[in-house]
Every structure is written in structure tokens, then in C-alpha cells.
């Protein structure tokens, strides 16, 4: 799984969510303006670093857990890392999992995003799908060369939600669903849970 660990730390981007729990900040997805993809995308990135430069890794780490909840289409993709097996596991395996995704994210993401404290997101074009888009960004680091990253935003009721990204021509879903994949055919999934409980 480190392939997608690299892929998406040096992404960055997903500091608007990738952290985990402890004290939520009411006011931390306030700034977040869903109504449109391109807005939606320069708004959470603005409040994720707006959290990550401003609070302590203890205090930022609730309010990032208010960002992944409400702006990432958190069910939506653990489906779809887990793929094939999905029909193939029981309902109480499936529950594990579910609980125990989000805190694998955070827990296994969340110390990277303090290496581009200083970075900045820009959002470059929007290209529209049907009831989705997909907002190409740039991360721009002092010192270096641009990262682009592509996002992928569902309409979800009145808003977007984040659904997926890709980082230099890698789909960061398809990544982490092989390494899902192959980790659960050597091991099955309640090592793959217990793995994921580790990490959160």
C-alpha cells in the first residue's frame, strides 16, 4: 500500500480531509461553498490549509475529520476499493469495514499533509459530466514544479462531494483497490480490517 501512501501525500491535496478525529471546530467547513465543482475544490483546499496552518495536529485533526464527513463521498468509495469483494463478504464484515475506513485514511494519510504547510492549490479548469465534474488543480510548493491533480466531484443533493483524485496521471481509487485486492487475497479481508483498525 505504499504506492498510494507516496501518490497521495505528495498530492497533498487531500489535506481537506485526511485526518483523524478528536474536537470538531463548528466553524472549520463554514468557508466550503459546495454549489459549484471549481468553487467547491478552491474553497476546501483553502480551508484545509487554513486549518493545517492555524491549530495544533490535535486540534486540526478534528476539524479535519468535520471536512472528510461532510465534502468526501466517504461510502462511496470504500465500495468501491473494495470491488469484487464486496459481494463476496458477509454484513458484519462489511459494517467492520465501513467503520473502520475512515480512520484508515486519516491515521495512515494525516502526518504527510504538515510537509506542504506553505503550499498552495489552484484551480485551473472544470469540465463538466453529467451530474459530475472533474476540476483540474495545480499544488504549488515553493521551490518546485507544480502537481497537477485532477478531482472528481458527484452532485450529491444541493452540493458536490469528492468521489476521487488523480495525481500526475494516476487514479489514485484504482491504486488503492489493487493494493486492497491483493492484500485481502493473501490475507482476506478481517486481516484487511484488522490492518485498517491499526492505521486509525
Do not use: C
Not at 118 to 128: Q, T
Not at 153 to 172: E, P
Amino acid at each position: 500500500m505504499h504506492s498510494f501512501r507516496s501518490l497521495l501525500g505528495a498530492a497533498l491535496l487531500s489535506a481537506s480531509g485526511l485526518v483523524l478525529p478528536a474536537f470538531v471546530a463548528p466553524a472549520a467547513a463554514a468557508a466550503v461553498d459546495t454549489a459549484e465543482p471549481g468553487k467547491f475544490i478552491e474553497t476546501l483546499t483553502d480551508e484545509g490549509f487554513r486549518v493545517l496552518r492555524s491549530n495544533s495536529r490535535d486540534a486540526a485533526r478534528g476539524q479535519f475529520r468535520t471536512l472528510l464527513s461532510q465534502y468526501f463521498a466517504i461510502d462511496q468509495i470504500g465500495d468501491r476499493l473494495l470491488g469484487k469483494w464486496r459481494a463476496q463478504i458477509t454484513p458484519a464484515q462489511y459494517s467492520a469495514y465501513k467503520a473502520a475506513f475512515p480512520g484508515f485514511l486519516i491515521g495512515t494519510y494525516s502526518d504527510r499533509l504538515y510537509e506542504y504547510g506553505k503550499s498552495d492549490v489552484k484551480v485551473v479548469r472544470v469540465v463538466p459530466r453529467g451530474n459530475s465534474a472533474v476540476v483540474m488543480s495545480q499544488v504549488i510548493q515553493p521551490g518546485a514544479a507544480p502537481i497537477t491533480a485532477l478531482w472528481t466531484v458527484d452532485r450529491m443533493g444541493s452540493g458536490y462531494q469528492v468521489s476521487n483524485l488523480t495525481v500526475a496521471g494516476i487514479n489514485l481509487a484504482v491504486t488503492q483497490a489493487a493494493d486492497f485486492d491483493s492484500y485481502i487475497q493473501r490475507n482476506g479481508i478481517d486481516k484487511l480490517i484488522a490492518f485498517m483498525k491499526s492505521r486509525g
